[in-house]
């Protein structure tokens, strides 16, 4: 009984000499604030509750408020949250602070996160899709302003919200001006996004611009994926009047824990003071070396050394974050499950994300030029050793989008939250085609619903399920793992 397998698990792999390319931010703490540095010595010693002084996450009047403010200051809000329960209680908070009552619509792109599909279960809300722009090369989704503005104008009644992401998991932005345009013109409607791939845009030019300044209502940020916070510490922002302070506080209120880590706020706190000093709009330490600007010109050197190996394509063109490194691998023989195995367990780099086509590799400020000069030589060598199945770029430049959007056109036969209050039962995964699906399922990473409960089951949604799971990819939502069968609902 003594035994400890996670504890024991975790000290073994952060004692690895590896290179991370992935989250949280400070990559096994590489780069961190001063502070959090401090703190991080004898972490059990800091690690207290709401005694006298530290004010209160539910209720904030003295140092918590501060640090919010100066968050807020930072981010280009009006006001900000601090969130310990990770982006994930952030989209359910904003999607519960804009529905008024069960039924109520809401304007969702395809793309959402899995944490969107719970919130529609928790707010009662019934989801009205936005067609994405697909990118069958790389095999992803993106939010589309078309999408949007034609799913607005086939709504009777202006809806509750729209909600979209914005980066996706492979750095690519959506036109967020033009999708607030069509939101607030007439109807007012609030405009949402999941922009927890893109808390560090605030800090420098020559990102994208984040999608406050792009003129959305309420922004989610997980401060930990792309900053220096611990994993699980993100942040909730509104700017404006279309989304209502109190309803949020609200529903923090209900969702979020009433024992908040002072360890995650601090970190928040601090990842904020460390991206303020690294960018180029502040003067202040710390010195070059940990700029943005240092890195942002290292990581586009990369991508144009990377995207002259045979065989690889990096993933570029407007609208793309410059710190997320997206490589095509689909003419090497292998896919990008393969590849990260390769790159884990022969060069000791350990990459974000894989899918059949392609890995993802996350830059923070604590990537340096060395990281990246290793991560090219060993995907070249990856390259020269595997067997190139294609020759060409066609791999990855297809600009057919019908095979993900057959797999998205899940019809919704009840709402999300009809089906996951009903009666249930499980089915062999043989014989789920055409049933109403009673849970989520998604690949992840990227967490991304190919099933959300109340939808029709589809042969082409199993396909690529089962395809993804049988090239090396986790399948997460459902409450059997293996897939091979799926709770499904009766009586309808």
Known sequence: MSRTPLASGVAERGMRREIPFHMPGHQRGRIVHPVMRELAKDVLRFDTTEVKGLDYLSTPSGIIQEAQSLASEAFGADRSWFLVNGTTVGIHAAVMSVVRGEGDSIVLSRDCHQSAFSALVLSGAVPVWAKPDYNEGFGFATASAGGVREALEGCDEPPAGVLLVSPNY??????????????????????????????????????????????????????????????????????????????????????????????????????????????????????????????????????????????????????????????????????????????????????????????????????????????????????????????????????????????????????????????????????????????????????????????RITRDALEFLQTFKSSGGYVTGCSDATLSSILIVVNR
Request: charged content about 20%; aromatic content about 4%; glycine content about 8%.
């Open 170 to 455: 492979y750095g690519v932005c959506a036109d967020v001006s033009e999708v607030a345009r069509a939101c607030h013109h007439g109807q007012q409607v609030p405009l949402l996004v999941d922009e927890a791939h893109g808390s560090h845009f605030a800090f420098h030019e020559r990102f994208p611009p984040s999608s406050l300044e792009s003129g959305a209502d309420l922004v989610v940020q997980s401060t930990h994926k792309t900053l220096g916070a611990m994993t699980q510490a993100s942040m909730l922002h509104v700017k404006g009047e279309r989304v209502s302070s109190d309803s949020i506080c609200t529903s923090l209120q209900v969702l979020q824990s009433s024992s908040p880590s002072y360890i995650l706020m601090s970190s928040l706190d601090a990842a904020r003071a460390q991206a303020s000093m690294a960018s180029d709009y502040c003067d202040g330490e710390p010195g070059s070396e940990q700029k943005f600007s240092r890195v942002v010109e290292d990581s586009l050197g990369a991508k144009e050394e990377i995207n002259r190996i045979p065989g690889l394509q990096v993933l570029g063109g407007r609208g793309v974050d410059p710190l997320r490194l997206t490589v095509c691998v689909a003419q090497l023989g292998h896919n990008g499950f393969d590849v990260s195995s390769i790159l884990e367990e022969r060069h000791g780099i350990v990459p974000e994300l894989a899918n059949e086509k392609c890995v993802v590799f996350i830059l923070t400020l604590s990537t340096t030029l060395q990281d990246l000069e290793q991560l090219t030589r060993a995907l070249r060598d990856v390259a020269s050793s595997s067997r190139r199945a294609q020759s060409g770029r066609d791999a990855c430049s297809s600009e057919d989008s019908s095979g993900l959007a057959s797999v998205f056109d899940s019809p919704q036969v009840l709402s999300p939250r009809e089906a996951f209050f009903s009666n249930q039962r499980r089915v062999d995964i043989g014989n789920a085609v055409g049933q109403i699906s009673a849970e989520t399922v998604c690949p992840y990473p990227p967490g991304i619903p190919i099933l959300c409960p109340g939808e």
